[in-house]
């Protein structure tokens, strides 16, 4: 079993920044993407940026070029720079990983974190 423990949200004035993080604690074996997700009120959650093992990102269009996402794979710990926040960048966010338990093990499983809120308001 994998633990995701997000941490960093809070409220921030349009135009503002905050730092998201989260650490996966547990049996680790092999984490292969991380993620960030985000879900508004009354939307579906949506994906904000992933990073894969080897460091290559992808960003969701609303985001590119205002947030940055991370790893340390040496401490299982995801980060999301968000810059320049906007009014609709309001959500609980959530981080994501998949995880493969062993070597011989075939597939990836999906853990979610419990969710921090970001609230971008003056």
């Known amino acids: 079993q994998v633990q995701l423990v997000e941490s960093g949200g809070g409220l921030v004035q349009p135009g503002g920044s905050l730092r998201l993080s989260c650490v996966a604690s547990?049996?680790?074996?092999?984490?292969?993407?991380m993620a960030w997700y985000r879900q508004a009120p009354g939307k579906q959650r949506e994906l904000v940026a992933t990073?894969?093992?080897?460091?290559?990102?992808n960003y969701a269009d609303s985001v590119k070029g205002r947030f940055t996402i991370s790893r340390d794979n040496a401490k299982n710990t995801v980060s999301l720079e968000m810059n320049s926040l906007k009014p609709e960048d309001t959500a609980v966010y959530y981080c994501?990983?998949?995880?493969?338990?062993?070597?011989?093990?075939?597939?990836?499983?999906?853990?979610w974190g419990q969710g921090t809120q970001v609230t971008v308001s003056s």
């Open positions: 994501n990983v998949r995880h493969r338990s062993s070597s011989t093990t075939p597939y990836y499983t999906n853990y």
């Open positions: 990073i894969i093992s080897g460091g290559s990102t």
């Open positions: 547990g049996r680790i074996f092999d984490i292969n993407t």
